[in-house]
């Protein structure tokens, strides 16, 4: 049984910083691309960064610089370092496989820039 188990959102400040992680079980982790993905209340989930297996990254142009994916294979984990937040980045993240798969998706975790 596939799970992916987002954590690390909360409330943050514009300017602050947070870090994501997104544990896998139930399939062979290392040799699957992965992504984070975001949803804002109304608008279309979208992808936000990706790591291939090999290690190389990509980056929705919003996010360019402010953001940085890793993953650890040891641990199934995929993280997303948030810094430089901004009220826009206010979503849901979710982490999947790249592309995704449908029955893959967890719950995700709310991320909420306010002052």
């Known amino acids: ?20 992680s997104c544990v896998a079980s139930g399939f062979i ?8 993905y975001r949803q804002a209340p109304g608008k279309q989930r979208e992808a936000v960064a990706s ?3 090999g ?9 360019k610089g402010r953001f ?10 995929v993280y997303l370092q948030m ?5 826009e980045d206010t979503a849901v993240y979710y982490c999947n496989t790249s592309p ?9 975790t709310q991320v909420t820039v306010s002052s």
Not at 29 to 36: E, G, L, Q, T
Request: proline share 3%; glycine share 12%.
């Open 1 to 20: 049984q596939v799970q992916l188990v987002e954590s690390g959102g909360g409330l943050v400040e514009p300017g602050g910083s947070l870090r994501l």
């Open 83 to 87: 810094n430089s937040l901004k009220p």
């Open 29 to 36: 982790f290392s040799i699957k691309n992965m992504a984070w």
């Open 68 to 77: 940085t994916i890793s993953r650890d294979n040891a641990k199934n984990t």
């Open 51 to 53: 790591i291939i297996v």
């Open 100 to 108: 995704t798969i449908n029955s893959y998706w967890g719950q995700g």
């Open 55 to 63: 290690g190389r990254t990509y980056y929705a142009d919003s996010v």
